[in-house]
Structures are given as C-alpha cells and as structure tokens.
C-alpha cells in the first residue's frame, strides 16, 4: 500500500483507503481502513496552527551582542538567522513564510523562534547552566 501525505496535513486528520481493511466472514467486501495523523512531540519544534515554533536557547553574549545562526527546517533547507538588536528573555523573531502549508488559504505559516537565554557557569570542572526561568546541570 502506498499512502501519499499531503502537505500542511494536521494533527487528527486522517486518510481512507478503502477496501483496504481486514475482509470479514460473511462480508462482500473489505472494510475501509482509515490512517490517522499525530504529531510526535519533539524537544525544540511545535506546531501552532500553520506557525512552526522553535525554541532557541542562546547565551547572554548573543542576546546582548546580536546572533548568527543557521537553522535546519523540516523541509532540509538551511536558513540563516542574523538578529542584531538586543535579545530579552522570551523575545521573537519570525520569518513570514517559513511555517506549515494551509491548504483552504493556499498559504504557508511562520517560523517564530523564542529565544530562551542562558548563562553557563563553571564550578570546577562541573559546568552549570543557568537560565534566566531555572537552574539546572549541563
């Protein structure tokens, strides 16, 4: 069986092949079977809506100095982030475009990077990780 996946698919919709399902006794034909989407939780991306979320943590120097960095999307392109100005805890940065297809508004979302800042100590030889919500060991 070849199943095709549209994109901008979410999370409780579903894909029915019909026929496709276990042939019973005394049926005619075989059942429908029907595939259903779940998202699976990962550690730094989610979905809201057509918006791609990803939490970015950077240090101090790069909230108060400005940060490059390149981010590898879902769709394997490379996109470079350049944000100069001054960062605060939990600040956005968006990217018009970048986010999961609407397939009634023929559009895509955004890509919102929430930046979480950190400082990293070092006791020893034991680095400590400090972010500005909680304490915790690197």
Request: aromatic letters at 12%.
């Amino acid at each position: 069986i070849k199943v095709t996946i549209e994109k901008g698919s979410k999370e409780g919709e579903y894909v029915q092949l019909v026929e496709k399902a276990d042939v019973q006794e005394n049926c005619s034909k075989a059942g429908d079977l029907f595939l259903i989407f779940k998202e699976r939780p990962h550690h730094s991306m989610s979905r809201q809506n057509d918006d791609l979320i990803i939490k970015q943590p950077i240090l101090l120097s790069e909230a108060l100095s400005g940060l490059s960095l390149v981010f590898n999307h879902p769709s394997n392109e490379k996109i470079v982030v350049e944000y100069n100005d001054i960062i605060r805890q939990n600040s956005r940065f968006k990217i018009d475009g970048k986010g999961f297809f609407n397939r009634t508004r023929h559009r895509y979302g955004d890509l919102i990077f929430l930046f979480e800042i950190s400082i990293i100590f070092f006791t020893g030889s034991i680095p400590i990780k400090f972010n500005f919500l909680s304490f915790s060991s690197v």
